[in-house]
């Protein structure tokens, strides 16, 4: 790392060039001796990447940024923050220590924590980093992480794991295709922790990871404003039962969880025989739906699936504890009969319905209108229907 960058006059002009073009930055001649254009481009552009996701180092002085992909690749402080709850006793390690936001949220629950880093640039910045913030329960160490857990005689309260998938062909992964290997290496992790946290991409069937790991307790499954961010596997030495589920949405600074047992998942669900105007409609969050609980969610929340394939519900009530939107059924239509309205406005959503919604607006000359939506969907009785709605609640 580049010690010269954390200079004053070259931080002041990182901050005033935060909306230029770093392109033109790149290319130009750097005002600064030994501190090359492309240096002032990559903390610019990082910087900026930072300032809704890492607020915390946006607003520190002297943060040192990595490139850019690193900033990408991390936690967002909101889900950071949530992970660190799940950390148990008083020393914690972070075998994929990359830029460091999960360590500094570690740091806050846990009296010590262990930075491990392959990248020995990245593990200096994240160190140099880890003082301007204050976080000085942090140690580093820049080696590959599984390896120091083999070497070493220490043992750890918990054990964190962020692994990077190897591949990146198609929807579907496993645990196996990621590095590290956490499922070759399970036995020796358990050996240096009672306990284990493994964050996976979203994308990971929770089905087939249940199948490649053991001694699961938990899986969170972290959602913000309705887009899925990461599933957290909880893994407890000796824990033979069933895992918990816990459907997770952070909004706002709200929290919302919907937890079960594994196996309930396929609860029993009550079909709406029929809709009515004033009714109102449930659309699950993306935590919900990432769960599979789509009958239980019904039966959970008191509400009536519209079709076995349609995961909306609706009730003759409210209730704001439901985790997703909720709308006020104000209207309810026939294709046919949707034809014969004119100056049609509204959000359109496509749920268990043939047709794509840019499709559908085009056909029906349909003006946006972030207020009033058109829904577009499958009834129980295999009827394709439009409902209009407004919005009642957010996620």
Same mark, same amino acid.
Not at 58 to 79: C, D, H, K
Not at 94 to 121: L, P, S
């Given at each position: 790392?580049?010690?010269?960058?954390?200079?004053?006059?070259?931080?002041?002009?990182?901050? *005033?060039?935060? #909306? +230029?073009?770093?392109? =033109?930055?790149?290319?130009?001649?750097?005002?600064? !001796? @030994?501190?090359?254009?492309?240096?002032?481009?990559?903390?610019?552009?990082?910087?900026?990447?930072?300032?809704?996701?890492?607020?915390?180092?946006?607003?520190?002085?002297?943060?040192?940024?990595?490139?850019?992909?690193?900033?990408?690749?991390?936690?967002?402080?909101?889900?950071?923050?949530?992970?660190?709850?799940?950390?148990?006793?008083?020393?914690?390690?972070?075998?994929?220590?990359?830029?460091?936001?999960?360590?500094?949220?570690?740091?806050?629950?846990?009296?010590?924590?262990?930075?491990?880093?392959?990248?020995?640039?990245?593990?200096?910045? *994240?160190?140099? #980093? +880890?003082?301007?913030? =204050?976080?000085?329960?942090?140690?580093?160490?820049? !080696? @590959?992480?599984?390896?120091?857990?083999?070497?070493?005689?220490?043992?750890?309260?918990?054990?964190?794991?962020?692994?990077?998938?190897?591949?990146?062909?198609?929807?579907?992964?496993?645990?196996?295709d990621c590095t590290p290997d956490v499922v070759s290496n399970l036995d020796v992790l358990l050996e240096k922790s009672s306990r284990i946290i493994i964050k996976t991409a979203p994308l990971l069937d929770i089905s087939a990871g249940l199948n490649e790991l053991s001694q699961v307790s938990e899986i969170h499954i972290v959602s913000v404003k309705n887009e899925c961010k990461e599933l957290l596997w909880v893994i407890d030495k000796g824990f033979n039962r069933e895992p918990k589920i816990v459907a997770l949405t952070l909004n706002n600074g709200i929290e919302k969880d919907f937890s079960f047992c594994w196996p309930s998942a396929n609860a029993p669900v009550q079909f709406a025989e029929s809709l009515h105007t004033d009714h109102y409609l449930y659309e699950p969050d993306a935590a919900l739906l990432k769960s599979g609980a789509f009958n239980l969610i019904g039966s959970t929340f008191g509400l009536s699936k519209l079709h076995p394939q349609t995961q909306l519900y609706s009730s003759v009530s409210i209730n704001k504890e439901f985790s997703g939107r909720i709308f006020k059924i104000e209207g309810i239509l026939t294709t046919g009969e949707l034809k014969k309205q004119g100056n049609l406005k509204g959000n359109v959503i496509v749920r268990n319905y043939p047709a794509k919604p840019e499709d559908l607006v085009k056909k029906y000359k349909i003006k946006a209108d972030q207020e009033q939506f058109l829904i577009f969907t499958k009834v129980a009785n295999g009827e394709n229907v439009i409902l209009k709605a407004s919005i009642i609640q957010y996620y």
């Open positions: 790392m580049n010690n010269k960058l954390i200079a004053k006059a070259v931080q002041d002009y990182i901050s *005033t060039n935060l #909306n +230029a073009d770093v392109n =033109q930055i790149a290319l130009a001649k750097s005002s600064f !001796e @030994d501190v090359t254009s492309a240096e002032l481009a990559t903390q610019i552009t990082a910087k900026k990447k930072s300032e809704k996701k890492l607020p915390t180092w946006f607003s520190t002085e002297s943060i040192y940024y990595p490139p850019v992909l690193s900033i990408e690749q991390t936690s967002s402080e909101i889900t950071a923050n949530y992970k660190s709850k799940l950390a148990k006793g008083d020393t914690l390690i972070d075998i994929t220590g990359g830029f460091g936001v999960d360590a500094y949220y570690f740091a806050k629950k846990v009296k010590e924590v262990t930075h491990c880093e392959i990248n020995a640039e990245l593990s200096a910045i *994240t160190q140099h #980093n +880890a003082k301007a913030l =204050q976080a000085h329960n942090i140690n580093f160490i820049d !080696e @590959d992480g599984i390896a120091y857990i083999q070497n070493t005689n220490t043992t750890f309260d918990t054990i964190y794991i962020d692994p990077a998938r190897r591949a990146e062909k198609g929807k579907v992964f496993m645990l196996k």
